[in-house]
């Protein structure tokens, strides 16, 4: 690879640490009154009082004071912290209070209920939780409690937010009191361990930790920086959490980089995210294409409000990618944001206005004042599917490396399996990207369809059950169940969703709708014919 992206950082950067609380750090000496970050415009609804800007000093001031407070806890450098808090300003400074405190962060989806949380305990065995007291109608602190309770591992329980559950900790407070800015600066210790993980899903396995390295993760922000040309003057309208690779390469290293305000948004609301678009003054945002057509169809785009300058499509799901929206006169830089396989994701210009960028074979080099930078090489690899399409390989400095006999570890010339299929098309340059049926791509997570299946087969009204999906421009994957009721049983979709919400199961696992079937159809291995089953509807 020509140029590593820590090259690549330096391009925008004086000398210093490359780590993203440095950064932090710098920045806040660098721009002390600038605005770093600002929350969604709908937060009293959400039961979190104001919404929150801080400048560069305030929020490097919080993540002392955060770091600090970590620190007496008695969490020592290398040890993990499970965080699972929405996309708010608690979120960064958390992430990089973490760090400073040599941490690291197993980032946890909003989504996720007491079997997820479990079974990620049980494969990062974190010392603390950290949550909100109550979010979207659920009490989200005392369920962490209630899984603290039951893991040795787990020594504390922490969150934001009013009215938290006897023993812990309120970190609003640590905050307001800040006592790392009035007592001292916390040095962070050099890394030994990753920074972050997160999760994904392989088949047959529901849930697969992905180590992530503190260079990695900047990797990924210096490509989208240097792919749109990100500069301290953009306001960055990031949609997505860190928990997954849309949310990493839109959000928080984008923003460290680029030195830019990070406005965050969440959860997904239209009225309330056209205004945040218009008040924030955000120069760039991405979002599934369908919604982005919406929005150029009431107005918004056009709108003498709008100063968006880079517009970008999110593919929802591997290889469903969209024309961009009509625009009229003037529009912004449009491009496209792929998520591959959880592991990271490819930021493409798109070449023109009407198609959708697609996926290069080999090195995506990214060309900025006649230096060419490459992130991610792409390779097709020898396993094959039911249609002869290979499996997508990944290697570069933003590819997480799994380990050794894993589900996403390195192989002899370093490259790692993504979950997904593709197959050369055109010139045999670009790559047409195509799903593992045994996957599903449903809101930014990905599923293991045989976790589905036996979720589903559980119920106790049903012989025998199986997922299937359908393609949802927006969602990715819409998920339907198609189930055997026993002789007499009467069918009911709310019943089977009272009994997963009974199991702690989280809702993006809920099937939209049942298919009565005679039989699942099976091959001779007893794997499900999920296009046999789509057959039928």
Request: proline share 9%; aromatic share 6%.
């Amino acid at each position: 690879m020509s140029t590593l992206p820590a090259e690549a950082i330096q391009r925008t950067e004086e000398s210093g640490p490359l780590t993203a609380e440095g950064l932090l750090r710098r920045r806040a000496r660098q721009r002390p009154g600038a605005t770093a970050l600002s929350d969604p415009p709908n937060l009293p609804a959400l039961g979190f009082g104001r919404p929150k800007s801080l400048t560069y000093r305030e929020a490097d001031d919080a993540v002392d004071a955060l770091a600090s407070f970590f620190i007496e806890l008695g969490l020592e450098p290398g040890d993990r912290i499970a965080v699972q808090l929405p996309n708010l300003v608690l979120q960064p400074l958390t992430l990089l209070a973490a760090w400073r405190a040599g941490l690291t962060v197993a980032a946890l989806p909003m989504l996720w209920r007491g079997m997820e949380i479990g079974q990620a305990c049980e494969a990062v065995e974190p010392k603390a939780l950290i949550g909100v007291s109550r979010f979207g109608g659920e009490n989200h602190a005392e369920k962490l409690c209630a899984i603290a309770s039951t893991r040795i591992s787990v020594r504390f329980v922490l969150g934001f937010g009013p009215d938290l559950p006897d023993g812990v900790v309120c970190l609003d407070e640590v905050i307001e009191a800040g006592r790392a800015a009035s007592e001292r600066l916390v040095e962070a210790p050099m890394r030994v361990t990753p920074a972050m993980v997160t999760f994904t899903a392989r088949a047959g396995a529901p849930v697969v930790p992905v180590f992530r390295r503190e260079d990695e993760l900047l990797a990924q922000g210096a490509l989208t920086v240097l792919a749109l040309s990100l500069d301290s003057s953009d306001v960055i309208l990031n949609p997505y959490p860190c928990t997954g690779p849309a949310g990493l390469s839109l959000g928080l290293m984008p923003w460290l980089i680029s030195g830019a305000t990070l406005a965050q948004h969440h959860p997904f609301d239209y009225l309330d995210f056209v205004q945040q678009l218009l008040t924030s003054g955000a120069t760039v945002t991405a979002l599934p294409a369908p919604i982005l057509a919406e929005l150029a169809k009431d107005g918004v785009l056009q709108g003498p409000d709008c100063r968006l300058r880079r517009l970008g499509a999110v593919w929802s799901m591997p290889g469903l990618a969209f024309p961009a929206p009509p625009f009229y006169g003037a529009a912004p830089l449009l491009f496209d944001l792929c998520p591959l396989g959880d592991l990271a994701s490819v930021v493409l210009r798109r070449e023109t206005r009407a198609n959708p960028a697609s996926l290069p074979l080999g090195r995506v080099r990214l060309e900025e004042d006649g230096d060419s930078a490459v992130f991610v090489e792409t390779k097709l690899g020898t396993r094959r599917d039911g249609a002869g399409d290979s499996e997508l390989l990944l290697r570069g400095p933003v590819v997480p490396r799994g380990p050794a006999g894993g589900p996403i570890a390195v192989d002899r010339e370093g490259f790692v399996a993504t979950g997904l299929y593709a197959a050369p098309e055109g010139d045999g340059r670009r790559l047409r990207l195509k799903r593992d049926v045994e996957l599903l791509h449903h809101g930014g997570f990905t599923v293991a369809a045989s976790e589905l299946d036996q979720l589903y087969q559980s119920f106790t009204g049903f012989l025998d059950a199986a997922c299937f999906v359908l393609p949802d421009p927006i969602v990715g994957d819409r998920i339907f169940a198609a189930v055997m009721p026993r002789p007499n049983e009467p069918i009911s979709l709310e019943a089977l969703h009272k009994f997963l919400k009974e199991r702690e199961v989280a809702s993006y696992k809920f099937p939209d709708k049942l298919l009565v079937v005679r039989q699942i159809p099976r091959d001779a291995g007893g794997r499900v014919l999920r296009e046999q089953i789509l057959k039928q509807v």
